[in-house]
């Protein structure tokens, strides 16, 4: 028996899960004085399909977006490669119990994994001799967390759509 707001998915379009990764990356390549703070929004939407769609965004995945993201904001090569596998693997690690939840539900849990990444980034700047970067960049992972619903919201939202409306069907 299905609850009220729980609902049958249809299946996700590889076209707009590749869509959805680039529009995400652009957003993540607007210029903004390297602040801190900002939320990484390639992260965000790379582990929304993690989580829903691992058949075609999985840790490989992760791991050359982090390679790709270093390049970007040209820091060693390997930081954000690392951070960010290991976030896909505590979402995958994760999956079937996050899934239970809806997206405000999951906050908690993907405020941990957010948190964790930007602490591994922070940690290894600091490691390899890197600046002091002050205590802002914890912001970027509740930013990320408050982000989550609404990425949640527009990326399931195909998925959602009625195929063939029909009124004796209860799905």
């Not at 993201?69 to 490669?81: E, K, P, S």
């Not at 001799?129 to 967390?145: C, K, N």
């Amino acid at each position: 028996m299905l609850l009220k707001d729980q609902r049958v998915l249809l299946p996700a379009n590889p076209a707009f899960i590749a869509l959805s990764l680039v529009v995400a990356f652009m957003i993540s390549l607007v210029p903004l004085g390297h602040l801190a703070w900002m939320p990484q929004f390639w992260l965000v939407v790379m582990l929304f399909w993690c989580l829903h769609q691992p058949k075609y965004v999985g840790i490989t995945a992760l791991f050359l977006a982090g390679l790709v993201m270093d390049v970007n904001d040209t820091t060693l090569l390997g930081i954000h490669a690392v951070a960010y596998s290991i976030a896909g693997c505590l979402v995958m690690f994760g999956s079937r119990r996050i899934l239970w939840f809806n997206a405000f539900k999951q906050m908690p849990i993907v405020f941990v994994v957010f948190f964790t990444a930007s602490a591994i980034v922070w940690m290894l700047r600091l490691v390899s001799g890197g600046q002091w970067p002050g205590w802002d960049i914890m912001l970027a992972p509740v930013l990320e967390t408050l982000l989550w619903p609404f990425v949640s919201l527009i990326l399931l939202a195909p998925q959602r759509r009625v195929p063939d409306r029909d009124m004796t069907r209860p799905l």
